[in-house]
């Protein structure tokens, strides 16, 4: 089993910055792909950045957050890191980090955590 926990999140000015994390534990070997999502009351979830855990390291960011976040990650610590920058409310979200142990990384993802809440106002 996986466990992703985050933490990171709360409540900042508009155009404030967060920085999200993500540990992960129990059998991450072999894990393809690290994201994370976001959800707003009402509305559907959405990926906000994805990267391959492996060569060639390759990151994707959904184009509303592009520029503004960045997506990290330390192999060596199990963890996955969201920077978000220039934060506009509507960023307000619940931010959930997930893994994949398949390719893409713009597909399906087999474990979440239960996320972390972002308000922006």
């Known amino acids: 089993h996986v466990q992703l926990v985050e933490s990171g999140g709360g409540s900042v000015r508009t155009g404030g910055s967060l920085r999200l994390s993500c540990a992960a534990s129990g059998a991450t070997a072999g894990r393809h792909c690290m994201a994370w999502f976001r959800q707003a009351p009402g509305k559907e979830r959405e990926t906000v950045a994805s990267?391959?855990?492996?060569?060639?390291?390759?990151?994707d960011y959904h184009a509303s957050v592009e520029g503004r976040f960045t997506i990290s990650q330390d192999n060596a610590k199990n963890a996955v890191y969201l920077q978000m920058d220039s934060l506009q409310p509507e960023d307000t979200a619940m931010y959930f980090c997930a893994m994949s142990f398949q390719l893409p990384c713009l597909g399906d993802y087999e474990y979440w955590g239960r996320g972390t809440q972002v308000t922006v106002s």
């Open positions: 990267i391959r855990t492996g060569y060639p390291f390759t990151s």
